[in-house]
Every structure is written in C-alpha cells, then in structure tokens.
C-alpha cells in the first residue's frame, strides 16, 4: 500500500451524516448493496479486496456541524483499520492538502460542475 495510490475522500461541502455516506459512496470502492450505515461503513471497510489507503480531507465543516456522528466516523475508520485482513490506512488531513481535482468545493450530493463551452465568436 503506497500513499501514491490512495483513494482521497474529499467531505468538503459535507455536513450531516446522510451527505457523508454518499461522499463514501461516490468516493470509495463499496459494493452496491452498501447500506449507507455506520456498520455497512465499517464492515465494507474492514472487507475491501486488496490494501487501501484513504485520505480524509475537508471533514473539519462536518466535525464541527455533527461532532457526534463524525466521533463515530472516525470510530469506524479506526475499527476498520484496526480489523481489515489485507491493510487499511485511514489518514486525516490536518491541513495543507491542496485538492487537485477540483477547482472549488462541490456539495457532496452535487454532481461535477460543467465546464462552459467557449463563448460564441471565439
């Protein structure tokens, strides 16, 4: 597992738990009967196919809006972690981590902004 391939869950735009499960859905490699729960959340992570490294990064709106649900997501990435059969790292970014995928923050249901087409005459 290198840091190099690891899966980025961006929560910025994230603040209620319903918002955060479909980050994770959209984000993370979950099969399609995920519950959208916190012990689908921990089961799937703790059951992933091959080594994983996921990089939380914008979950501070989210902490600060739901403390208790994020104290529960960060429970079930530690759980996760600490039973995944071929290795998980669930690392949060403190800070620095420059996203660059994306412009500008997108709500976690929103889809990817289009990018306008060129002006007529040019």
């Given at each position: 597992?290198?840091?190099?391939?690891?899966?980025?869950?961006?929560?910025?735009?994230?603040?209620?738990?319903?918002?955060?499960?479909?980050?994770?859905?959209?984000?993370?490699?979950?099969?399609?009967?995920?519950?959208?729960?916190?012990?689908?959340?921990?089961?799937?992570?703790?059951d992933?196919?091959?080594?994983?490294?996921?990089?939380?990064?914008?979950?501070?709106?989210?902490?600060?809006?739901?403390p208790?649900?994020?104290?529960?997501?960060?429970?079930?990435?530690?759980a996760?972690?600490?039973?995944?059969?071929?290795?998980?790292?669930?690392?949060?970014?403190?800070?620095?981590?420059?996203?660059?995928?994306?412009?500008?923050?997108?709500?976690?249901?929103?889809?990817p902004?289009?990018?306008?087409?060129?002006?007529?005459?040019?």
């Open positions: 597992m290198r840091l190099d391939d690891a899966v980025v869950l961006d929560l910025h735009g994230v603040t209620d738990k319903t918002a955060f499960m479909n980050r994770c859905v959209r984000t993370l490699p979950l099969p399609v009967w995920f519950g959208r729960n916190w012990d689908a959340l921990a089961d799937c992570l703790a992933m196919r091959e080594p994983m490294a996921v990089v939380v990064t914008g979950w501070q709106a989210y902490a600060e809006a739901e208790d649900d994020w104290a529960i997501a960060q429970e079930v990435f530690s996760a972690a600490r039973t995944s059969r071929l290795g998980l790292a669930v690392l949060l970014v403190l800070g620095g981590w420059e996203d660059r995928t994306s412009a500008s923050a997108q709500g976690s249901d929103d889809p902004a289009a990018s306008p087409g060129p002006a007529v005459g040019e």
